[in-house]
Nanobody, 115 residues
Framework: QVQLVESGGGSVQPGGSLRLSCASSLSIFELPSMGWYRQAPGKQRESVAV???????TYENSVQGRFTISRDAAKRTVYLQMNSLQPEDTVVYYCTAAYRSSQYWGQGTQVTVSS
């Protein structure tokens, strides 16, 4: 089983930045992939950014060039640096990890972009 603890959400003005963190209970190299999803009320959860064990990254089109996923193996932590935030980025963000044919989720962290 994998436990994921997120932090770093909050409120920011349009054009601002936030960094989300996700600490894993397992070494990130034991996990085939980790990533960030987001979910708006009444909508399906969508993938935002994923990083594989090998370090390959993928991004959802609307965040490409604005968001960056990275990791610190020593801290067992994956980050999501979010720049040029827009009001439409206002949703709950979830950290996720794949492990032994299951997908695990963090508790979610709210990001609010508003002037």
């Amino acid at each position: 089983q994998v436990q994921l603890v997120e932090s770093g959400g909050g409120s920011v003005q349009p054009g601002g930045s936030l960094r989300l963190s996700c600490a894993s209970s397992l070494s990130i190299f034991e996990l085939p992939s980790m990533g960030w999803y987001r979910q708006a009320p009444g909508k399906q959860r969508e993938s935002v950014a994923v990083i594989t064990r090998s370090g390959s990254t993928t991004y959802e089109n609307s965040v490409q060039g604005r968001f960056t996923i990275s990791r610190d193996a020593a801290k067992r932590t994956v980050y999501l640096q979010m720049n040029s935030l827009q009001p439409e980025d206002t949703v709950v963000y979830y950290c996720t990890a794949a492990y032994r044919s299951s997908q695990y989720w963090g508790q979610g962290t709210q990001v609010t972009v508003s002037s």
